[in-house]
């Protein structure tokens, strides 16, 4: 059974910095390209960021282009998300999702983890 | 950026009636590229329709997605007490992502 696990979320200062983590099980990791998608609390899907199978590709929404940082460590089927410059509006629930492999979708989700940007 | 509108807002319907939600492109999207998505309340998307109309696996067959262009439909031939949820599409272009709005799929 697929399994995503995301960690790493919590209260953070504007300006602040935090790395989110989705621990992968359950397939072959280093097969899929994954994805970082958001939810502002009532609110709808915002796409984050992709990163290729090997981690040499990466791409962002033009939002978080610049501050955030997509990664991956396939020795321990893990993806990251590194957040730097945080804003009130970076506040939402963080999504890991796994990509539709040889299309363009997102099959696998976490149940997500909460940032909350506040002072 | 290509820009997704999802109608309508919120659609009102009954138990065993037949759903039909809109997504309209800001300009043209390959059919390879548009997908939905269902949201229930505290649960993460769930995969339904992928390449506008390839049902994901395990998703029943009174889902249905057609379209092309700019104008892609999702539609639910016979509701269940399970498929009140929030309905998403999204599109690929550019090496990115977009999702539509949303449409909220509520119990008459």
């Known amino acids: 059974e697929v399994q995503l696990v995301e960690s790493g979320g919590g209260l953070v200062q504007p300006g602040g910095s935090l790395r989110l983590s989705c621990a992968a099980s359950?397939?072959?990791?280093?097969?899929?390209?994954m994805h970082w998608v958001r939810q502002a609390p009532g609110k709808g899907l915002v796409w984050v960021s992709r990163?290729?199978?090997?981690?040499?590709?990466?791409s962002y929404a033009g939002s978080v282009q610049g501050r955030f940082t997509i990664s991956r460590d396939n020795a321990k089927n893990t993806l990251f998300l590194q957040m730097t410059s945080l804003t009130a509006d970076d506040t939402a629930v963080y999504y890991c999702?796994?990509?539709?492999?040889?299309?363009?979708?997102?099959?696998?989700w976490g149940q997500g983890t909460l940032v909350t940007v506040s002072s | 950026e290509i820009v997704l509108t999802q109608s309508p807002g919120t659609l009102s319907l009954s138990p065993g009636e037949r759903a039909t939600l809109s997504c309209r492109a800001s300009?043209?999207?390959?059919?390879?590229?548009l997908a939905w998505y269902q949201q229930k309340p505290g649960q993460a998307p769930r995969l339904l329709i992928y390449?506008?109309?390839s049902r994901a696996t395990g998703i029943p067959d009174r889902f249905s997605g057609s379209g092309s262009g700019t104008d892609f439909t999702l539609t639910i031939s016979r509701l269940e007490p399970e498929d009140f949820a929030v309905y998403y599409c999204?599109?690929?272009?550019?090496?990115?992502?977009?999702f539509g709005q949303g449409t909220k799929l509520e119990i008459k």
């Open positions: 999702a796994r990509d539709l492999y040889g299309d363009y979708a997102q099959d696998s």
């Open positions: 359950g397939f072959t990791f280093t097969m899929y390209w």
């Open positions: 990163i290729n199978s090997d981690g040499t590709r990466t």
């Open positions: 300009q043209s999207v390959s059919s390879s590229y």
């Open positions: 390449g506008a109309s």
């Open positions: 999204q599109q690929y272009g550019s090496s990115r992502y977009t």
